[in-house]
Every structure is written in structure tokens, then in C-alpha cells.
């Protein structure tokens, strides 16, 4: 086959190649847009759901903390259900908030007790490592396209 044939064959084939060249470009640019966007929809959803858990955490502190609602220990309970929970969805975000969510844990695990004392320090530490995540987390939400 010599070299003008190929080329023969090419033009006879022209409009085939360039066809097949689209629609696997546009099956591969489809592809990645899916996947694209539903790690979006991912990050979008776990991250609403962190700042939910969030809020009610913090409801949690402020109920033992200004109301005394600890007489049946319940509070804590939650509270630590609470942060379990801001733990795992965080697994699945981007950094920082798996870091951050890992502070949120080992603050709580170390001043959950000053909560329960009415220690200001204690409220102090856990109310940082809320905010940090929740603003974090907001940070993350903008930069999603």
C-alpha cells in the first residue's frame, strides 16, 4: 500500500474520522462533567449536613453550659453523638475539614467535663473549634462551581 493510497483512503474517510473524533471527545468531556458534578452534589450535600450538626452541637453546649441542662447527662450523650457524626461526613470533604473535624473531636473528648463544671475555658475551646470548622466549611461551599 503506498503512500497515496493511505491518503486516498483518508479523504474517502475524512467525514468518518472527524465524526468518530467528536463523539469520542464529547463522550470523554460528558463523562468528566458527570463525575465533576457529582463530587460537587457530594461535598454540597456532606458539607450541609456538617453545618447542621454543627448548630445542633452548639445548641448542645450552650444548653449545659448557660441553661444547666445536665442533670440527666443526656446532653453530653448527644454531644458526642454529635461531633461522631461531624467526624465521619467530614472523611469524605476535601481538606482542611477532616483536620479540622479531628480538632473539633479531640477538643470535645478533652473538655466536655468543663462543660459540665460550667468552666469558661472549657465553653471557650469548644466554641473555637466550632467556628473553625463552620467557617471552613463555608469557605468550601464557595468554592464549589
Known sequence: MSLQDIRAQFRRNAVALISLFIAVTGLLYNTWRNEHSEYNRNQRRASF???IQLSELQQ?????YYDAETSDG???RRGWSKVL???DLSAVLDKPL???ADELHGVWDNQ???LEKH???SLNAIEGA???LRADTLEKLKELN
Open 119 to 121: 468552666q469558661k475555658d
Open 130 to 132: 466550632i467556628d473553625k
Open 49 to 51: 449536613e456538617v453545618l
Open 85 to 87: 457524626i461531624i467526624r
Open 98 to 100: 477532616p483536620v479540622r
Open 60 to 64: 448542645l453546649v450552650y444548653l449545659s
Open 74 to 76: 443526656s446532653i453530653f
Open 112 to 114: 466536655w467535663t468543663g
